[in-house]
């Protein structure tokens, strides 16, 4: 199980931070990745980033100049920072569990909603 | 833009049977990287409906199938039902972006 949280509201130009707990699995794990996809209101899904348990980070190439995720296996959370926001960073966020082969997400938080606004 | 290509839109009657495409390239479908397929209903977060290409993972009706050929990768729904209308995302991996890429979704309606 996976579940989201941070602030619901971020101000332009500020820091996003999210964290995702994750419940009934370890994180420190060879055989998983831990990702974060987004969803904008009324669009469809983008991948941002994944995280392996040894730190290893992938990034979207349209975000890797202001995204960053961490993992820290000791309280199995995994975290995601997002910097410079703008309204088009306004989405539903997910955190998602995924397999290394084939590389599916699955099981998926239920997502928290972040709005950038002053 | 997407990097998997979806139709926007389908719909089907009650029954009916209706298919999902999802076009790529030979940097992701092609490549030859795994094809998912999520349902998300309305409100809700997605759910995995069909992993590499064609498994469907416990619980998942088998009226749910999925498929693949060259750069390109489908879904198919027989017997549809009114539970069925939901937006379907496709993903697979793109080695050119090392990342995993998304489909723009598909809304299903059930008429």
């Known amino acids: ?118 | 833009q997407s990097v998997l290509t979806q139709p926007p839109s389908v719909s089907g009657a009650p029954g009916q049977r209706v298919t999902i495409s999802c076009t790529g390239t030979s940097s992701n479908i092609g490549a030859p990287y795994d094809v998912h397929w999520y349902q998300q209903l309305p409100g809700r977060a997605p759910k995995l409906l069909v992993s590499g290409d064609t498994h469907r993972p416990s619980g998942v009706p088998d009226r749910f199938s999925g498929s693949r050929s060259g750069t390109s990768a489908s879904l198919t729904i027989t017997g549809l039902q009114a539970e069925d209308e939901a937006d379907y995302y496709c993903q697979s991996y793109d080695i050119s972006l090392s990342g995993s890429v998304f489909g723009g979704g598909t809304k299903l309606t059930v008429l």
């Open chain 1, 1 to 118: 199980q996976l579940q989201e949280s941070g602030p619901g509201l971020v101000r332009p130009s500020e820091t996003l931070s999210l964290t995702c707990i994750v419940s009934g699995d370890s994180i420190n794990t060879p055989f998983f990745y831990w990702g974060w996809i987004r969803q904008p209101p009324g669009k469809g899904l983008e991948w941002l980033g994944t995280i392996y348990y040894s730190g290893e980070t992938y990034y979207n190439p349209s975000l890797r100049s202001r995204l960053s995720i961490a993992v820290d296996t000791s309280k199995n959370y995994f975290s995601l920072r997002l910097t410079s926001v703008t309204a088009t960073d306004t989405a539903i966020y997910y955190c998602a569990r995924r397999a290394v082969r084939p590389d599916r997400f699955d099981p998926w938080g239920l997502g928290t909603l972040v709005t950038v606004s002053s």
